[in-house]
């Protein structure tokens, strides 16, 4: 197939790109720059902010994968940041949505990032796909909402639409796995908050597998946690997490108030818990090559098992 990436020079996107070329897709990237990307992947110029695309992008796609959508973790969340945030997701696919109502393309399918966010902060319970929105005062939980929402108009038009729900992406150069071992590394540690909020977490290669899977098997559609087996508690992934790098945990925890008075409203990143189920991804057959945490980061960090 012919893949389309918005989102592609990203921490997933990258990864995703070698791993579509190495299983025989062709790759191009929607990207604000015309620069090529690495590899010669072929790259149009799009800017969904002023409803600009390249007229040949669409066309050449049998499939896109929509990843674009600025890093909710970058920045305080000002209303200006917020607007941002929310902007950044909903005009990619409401540009994308025009040119896919139009004739003279052959794509048949779009994967587009959403989010465990969207549960907003669960405590204990177990998420499925069913499991209710967020409430309407949390933030993240409201976007992922509008996001997936801003999918819906191209499933109208007759494509297969699937949700990934992202939880919290591992990978070693980037993400929140970068900021959460920058303390570690130093010594300087500890859980956030109470410790007790679950982290529904991934392997990038397995994310990016998942990926794979949704593009070309068609049984594949609607919403996904796409998540690992078995979640951890900030508290256990800080001590795995310590144990893989060989750092002790020496530091009490980290008190909520603190956060909240250092961070504002984004303290939810670190504090909600998200506790999702992926027993719908394995009903469809995927198997996880990093299901349980501790294989996962001595993956990532090249230890042996």
């Known amino acids: 197939m012919k893949i389309l990436i918005t989102g592609g020079t990203g921490l997933v996107g990258s990864r995703l790109s070698e791993m579509l070329l190495d299983a025989g897709h062709d790759v191009a990237l929607l990207s604000r720059s015309a620069a090529p990307a ?21 066309p050449y ?32 696919l ?12 052959h794509v048949h399918t779009l ?11 669960a405590g204990d319970a177990l998420l499925t796909e069913d499991a209710p929105l967020g409430p309407p005062d ?63 977490w991934i392997h990038r290669d397995d994310l990016c597998r998942l990926l794979l899977a949704m593009l070309e098997d068609p049984t594949w559609t609607g919403p996904y946690n796409a998540v690992a087996t078995y979640p951890a508690t900030n508290e256990g992934f800080t001590e795995v997490l310590a144990a893989v790098l060989g750092r ?6 980290v008190p909520a108030f603190g956060l909240k008075l250092a961070l504002g409203e984004m303290s939810a990143i670190v504090l909600a818990s998200q506790r999702a189920s992926n027993a719908k991804v394995l009903a469809q057959g995927f198997a ?7 294989s996962a980061l001595q993956a990532l960090y090249a230890q042996p098992a």
Not at 67 to 88: M, Q, Y
Not at 94 to 105: K, T
Not at 175 to 191: F, I, W, Y
Not at 248 to 253: F, G, K, R, S, Y
């Open 94 to 105: 409401a540009l994308l949505r025009r040119e896919l109502a139009r004739p003279g393309h």
């Open 248 to 253: 002790p945990l020496l530091l009490p925890h």
């Open 288 to 294: 996880f090559e990093f299901s349980d945490l501790k």
């Open 61 to 92: 796609a049998d499939a896109i994968v929509n990843l674009a959508g600025s890093n909710v973790g970058e920045g305080r969340w000002t209303e200006a940041r917020k607007r941002d945030i929310l902007a950044s997701r909903l005009d990619g």
């Open 138 to 200: 949390d933030f993240l939980a409201q976007v992922v909402r509008q996001w997936e929402d801003a999918a819906a108009p191209i499933a109208a038009l007759g494509l297969r639409v699937v949700l990934p729900r992202i939880g919290v992406v591992l990978a070693p150069d980037g993400g929140a796995l970068l900021q959460m071992a920058r303390p570690v590394k130093l010594g300087a540690g500890a859980p956030l908050g109470s410790g007790k909020q679950w982290i529904s």
């Open 111 to 121: 994967v587009s990032a959403s989010a465990v966010g969207r549960y907003g902060d």
């Open 38 to 58: 690495a590899g010669g992947i072929r790259s149009f110029r799009w800017n969904p902010a002023a409803d600009t695309i390249d007229e040949a992008a669409v």
